[in-house]
């Protein structure tokens, strides 16, 4: 019998597991058959809590087909929820060792429970191949690409995992499984990519879907809503500070 708690951050729901006072095996798998939402759970993904020698806490995550991923925004969030309120930790300010490195988490309690949870994402990666994609200049721009019947323009950031962020005219009714399953394993994606279509209202509001890697389109994403708003600043159609909207809420970034 393996304990779980289900949670999600703006719709982008994951299988959260304490791998700390339980022994997971076979995790790929289990990924697999957890987010599976006829037959298992239902889920975007996977998420291990372990323990970790250089950080508080170590978050493995798996996408729903079973692939490890580098780091998953809205994931994170719940982690810090889930240690905290679980009584694994008393702290407010923790660390999370990921595949993308240490993350901060600054943890609202009220109540003896997290409300909210603020993320400290690192730095934006703009060098090809950190990001990794195939391309000769930095930052990646205007990166032009034939999906089907269209050809997109995109903008490629990392925030941790890679993205590719690409203008839409109606992003309400726009295709995303067409043409996110086809970007996603484009062969300038070495590691595949995470794929945001988005439509401008203004410079200070934005509207994305995401079509996420290994998993297909999900209510949100919180590393592509910071890899957007990257994007959109530096093509200069965005503000700094920028609401993006997503299909279940919006973030500030």
């Known amino acids: 019998m393996i304990k779980f708690t289900k949670m ?18 076979n995790q790929s798998s289990l990924a697999k058959f957890v987010s599976n939402r ?6 975007d993904g996977l998420i291990l809590i372990e323990e970790s020698k250089i950080a508080d806490f170590k978050m493995k995550m798996y996408n729903a087909d079973g692939t490890e991923a580098e780091m998953c925004g809205n994931g994170i969030r719940c982690v810090g929820k889930f240690v905290y309120d679980k009584k ?8 999370i060792e990921t595949l993308a490195g240490i993350k901060t988490l600054e943890l609202n309690v009220k109540n003896q429970q997290v409300e ?12 090809p191949e950190k990001i990794p994609v195939v391309a000769k200049q930095e930052p990646v721009k205007k990166l032009k690409i034939k999906a089907i019947d269209r050809e997109f323009e995109l903008t490629c950031v990392s925030v941790g995992n890679p993205h590719a962020v690409t203008i839409v005219e109606d992003v309400d009714s726009f295709e995303v499984e067409k043409y996110g399953k ?23 509001h934005i509207k994305m879907r995401v079509w996420e890697r290994g998993t297909g389109e999900t209510l949100a994403c919180g590393t592509g809503a910071c890899a957007t708003a990257v994007a959109c600043n530096l093509n200069g159609i965005a503000n700094r500070n920028t609401y993006v909207e997503l299909l279940r809420g919006n973030t500030k970034n």
């Open 116 to 127: 909210t949870v603020k993320v400290d994402m690192g730095e934006p990666i703009f060098t």
């Open 8 to 25: 999600q951050g703006l719709g982008n729901d994951y299988v959260y597991i304490d791998a700390i006072h339980q022994t997971i095996e």
């Open 38 to 43: 006829h037959f298992g759970i239902g889920s």
């Open 182 to 204: 086809i970007i996603e394993k484009a062969e300038i994606f070495p590691n595949k990519a995470n794929v945001e279509f988005v439509e401008i209202q203004d410079k200070e």
């Open 88 to 95: 694994l930790t008393k702290k407010t300010t923790i660390t």
